[in-house]
């Protein structure tokens, strides 16, 4: 299945990168909340959808763009949750920190995630206790999250996150040695998952589709995702909101 899921993957992101690379042209809109969505989320969406319909046409469906099936999932103890373009200020800034998120949940846990990355080809890929990266070249490597006496804290790079100044400062009190990069959508959860950062905060809302398949990954390379409180990020009992509350993604 989740080679499968691998290849649905690759086909939305090949239809974003025509977009990305101007072979079609881009159109922007604004969401009803103002937040951007363009073609290329829409395409990928078309896309993914219709796919996972066709392969596994019983288990219900939630996508940041469609979000009519929302009661069906909750209800269900098993469905798909998508964002089809995870990352859409970066894809219109044109940094390439964007991806293509697939996740499948199972009574409130992502159990299988892919995240590809469209611009660097890359992606990473988590189901049954196993996690690894297919790299540019096509190799798979195997991943684990690496400890660093120099450890790397990773956040948004998005302007208008308003990040608890006070909250931060008593988190990096508890590190040493640290050095913060900015970078875009899930990417961040694959980066703590292959070893190259070791420290994810976050301290305002998500959506549950910007970080179920990246969850996925991370947790299974032997990262934790905690809330604030210390308790596992979940996806049982979504609500229209859809929102997650602030966590943290660390090596304990």
């Not at 090949?14 to 977009?19: F, H, R, S, W, Y």
């Not at 790079?157 to 990040?163: F, G, T, V």
């Not at 990417?187 to 905060?201: D, H, M, N, R, T």
């Amino acid at each position: 299945m989740v080679e499968k899921i691998s290849c649905i993957a690759r086909v939305a992101g090949a239809e974003v990168m025509k977009i990305y690379n101007r072979s079609i042209k881009l159109y922007r809109y604004k969401k009803l909340d103002t937040s951007p969505v363009t073609n290329a989320d829409l395409f990928s969406h078309k896309i993914i959808m219709c796919l996972l319909k066709h392969l596994t046409p019983d288990i219900p469906i939630l996508s940041e763009e469609d979000i009519t099936k929302w009661k069906e999932c909750r209800d269900k103890n098993c469905f798909w949750l998508i964002d089809p373009l995870d990352g859409t200020k970066d894809f219109l800034l044109h940094n390439g920190e964007f991806t293509v998120n697939i996740a499948l949940i199972e009574y409130g846990q992502p159990i299988m995630g892919v995240v590809y990355v469209p611009v660097y080809n890359i992606l990473y890929a988590a189901d049954n206790g196993q996690v690894w990266k297919i790299n540019s070249q096509g190799k798979r490597l195997n991943i684990s999250v690496r400890t660093s006496h120099n450890p790397i804290v990773v956040m948004s790079r998005s302007n208008n996150i308003c990040y608890d100044q006070y909250k931060l400062h008593n988190y990096l009190k508890t590190l040493k040695n640290y050095k913060i990069i900015n970078i875009g959508s899930s990417f961040k959860f694959c980066l703590i998952a292959e070893g190259s950062v070791q420290f994810y905060p976050r301290f305002s809302y998500t959506k549950i589709w910007d970080t179920a398949a990246g969850h996925a990954i991370a947790m299974t390379a032997g990262a934790v995702v905690n809330d604030w409180y210390g308790n596992p990020l979940h996806y049982k009992n979504i609500n229209r909101s859809f929102l997650n509350p602030g966590f943290q993604v660390s090596l304990n």
